[in-house]
């Protein structure tokens, strides 16, 4: 695969630093070094802190590097035994990499061309394997079954970081080996800020409350979000839930290989907006997740990427009213041929949180 990249870009080499491309690539979730990558040399520089880690879980030949043996004249090294006669062209990850270590790359190293790979080697990362997506729908089960156990512990007078740290004990207890990304718990008025960060307000009758949460499951990220009413809903609270429901449910439905990630996010924009919402839904529908929470493909309005069997997408659609308070329902599927597959379980009709 990488030699395809090699190939197409009229590489001699490439150095890789990107940390879920560097594990997706020779294996090693040390996440700390560098590949070089050419057409007879597979290589992974990194430190004595993970050389023997490395070594375990590379087929890379492993290289230290250390304040004698710096990584730069380790690649200078693995360059000259290309015996490259012309101009050597390298390729390098411009996304990823900073202006810092770009320069010092390029103040060590001759090379005469150097080639931004872009998102070549994280679209690799795309379709997943068999086993990749036992680990996601494994991750996904996670959240699931803490979620379950959180409901039954949510009280007024508790805080939203109490709730938040609930939540992450019980996914670290079933399983977790880490969070996806910071865990959400918005309630209230909060709950309009489709990111919020968990604060010490406390979680009052009648609230909206938001969690969106994942974890991870040998290196691969689930993502779930669920909204409650602590208490009785509104007639208010109500409508706006049912609408984000239904835009969500569509989307699911419309989500299948060959159709583009802004229809399926249309689908989801026109409900939302045909019931009056549409100011209040800015984000986009849903994106790809792996080793990291977010990747591509998205589904969204500017993503015109045709979906493939084997593609993980979010579906999380959302109303946020400002000085009212917001929904938001993400489920974490698969895309398949004639449609997709949910690894998401917990329940979606609105969850109204007994109080006594
Ligand atoms: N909280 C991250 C997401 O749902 O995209
Ligand atoms: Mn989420
Ligand atoms: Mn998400």
Known sequence: MLDAILNELKLDAAVITDPYNMRHVSGFRGGEGALYVSRTQKVLITDSRYTEQAARESGFTIVEEHREHKREQILAECMKKENNA?????????????????????????????????DKVDSLRVIKTEEE?????KAEEIGDRAFAKLLPLLKPGMTELEAAAELEYLMKKEGAE????????????????PHAIPSDKK???????????????????????RTVVLGKASEKQ???YNVVLKAQLASLDALRA????????????????EAGYGEYFGHGLGHSVGLFIHENPRLSPTDDTILQPGTIETVEPGI????????????MVVVTEDGCINFAHSPKELIEIPVE
């Open 133 to 137: 997506l036992s680990y996601l729908a």
């Open 320 to 331: 946020y009213v400002p000085g009212f308070g917001g929904v938001r329902i993400e489920d």
């Open 258 to 273: 060959g159709v583009s990630g802004s229809s399926v996010d249309k689908v989801a924009r026109d409900i939302i907006t």
């Open 178 to 193: 880490d969070l996806s990304f910071n865990t959400i718990v918005a309630s209230g008025l909060n709950s309009s800020m």
């Open 238 to 240: 109500k409508e706006i």
């Open 86 to 118: 012309g101009a050597f062209a390298m390729g390098y990850e411009d996304e990823s990499l900073l202006c810092a270590q770009f320069d010092r790359l390029k103040d060590a190293l001759r090379v005469e061309k150097w080639v931004p790979l872009k």
């Open 203 to 225: 979680m009052e009758e009648g609230d909206f409350v938001t969690f969106d949460f994942g974890c991870k499951y040998k290196g691969y990220c689930s993502d779930m979000t």
